[in-house]
């Protein structure tokens, strides 16, 4: 069992930035990769970043490549998403998840474990 808490949204200007975080509960969380998911309203749910359990190889979906940074703490079973220049369209619920496998999925309805989420809003 894997419990997942985010942390770290609100609101910002368009441009400015802001640091999600996601801690995890269990022993197993270093063998696992973490995702990052969000979902705006009225959209579905999508994919926006992924790191291997060693923190070595990530993944980002096209629209926030070079501007997001996913980022893990395997001592402090955390897990981070550093988002710069944010946008108007950046606005949505962000979720941290796991699919409890070592290399990343990047598919939603591969997940296994989600946290809550935590509430991003950016204004123009």
């Known amino acids: 069992q894997v419990l997942l808490v985010e942390s770290g949204g609100g609101l910002v200007q368009a441009g400015g930035s802001l640091r999600l975080s996601c801690a995890a509960s269990?022993?197993?969380?270093?063998?696992?990769?973490m995702e990052w998911f969000r979902q705006a309203p009225g959209k579905e749910r999508e994919f926006v970043a992924a790191?291997?359990?060693?923190?070595?190889?990530?993944y980002y979906t096209g629209s926030v490549k070079g501007r997001f940074t996913i980022s893990r703490d395997n001592a402090k079973n955390m897990v981070y998403l550093q988002m710069n220049s944010l946008k108007p369209e950046d606005t949505a619920v962000y979720y941290c998840?796991?699919?409890?496998?070592?290399?990343?999925?990047?598919?939603?309805?591969?997940?296994?474990?989600w946290g809550k989420g935590t509430l991003v809003t950016v204004s123009s």
């Open positions: 998840a796991t699919a409890a496998r070592s290399d990343y999925v990047s598919s939603w309805d591969g997940m296994n474990y």
């Open positions: 269990g022993r197993t969380f270093s063998s696992y990769a």
């Open positions: 790191i291997n359990w060693s923190g070595v190889n990530t």
